[in-house]
């Protein structure tokens, strides 16, 4: 279980031309919640993927320049 509403897991998903994708499985019943909890109004699938991306090359940008402890 996850601290975030409505999240039940994170997949790492490799289709057969070798790119990687990320799965949030997400409770039916909560994903209003899950999608509010980031600031977003429910059902907002593409701001989500925005979030996602920003958070990812934010993380990659600090590992880069060494400041991830």
């Known amino acids: ?3 975030i ?3 039940k ?4 998903e490799t289709g057969p031309d070798g790119k990687t994708r ?3 499985d997400i409770d039916e019943d909560r994903s209003d919640a899950f ?3 980031f600031g977003l109004e429910p059902g ?3 701001g989500f ?3 996602v991306i920003e958070a990812i090359n934010n993380f990659m940008k ?3 320049e060494g400041n991830n402890a």
């Open 1 to 3: 279980m996850t601290s």
């Open 5 to 7: 509403p409505g999240l």
């Open 9 to 12: 897991q994170i997949i790492e």
């Open 22 to 24: 990320l799965v949030f």
């Open 35 to 37: 999608f509010r909890q």
């Open 44 to 46: 907002d699938e593409a």
């Open 49 to 51: 993927e925005k979030l």
């Open 62 to 64: 600090d590992a880069k």
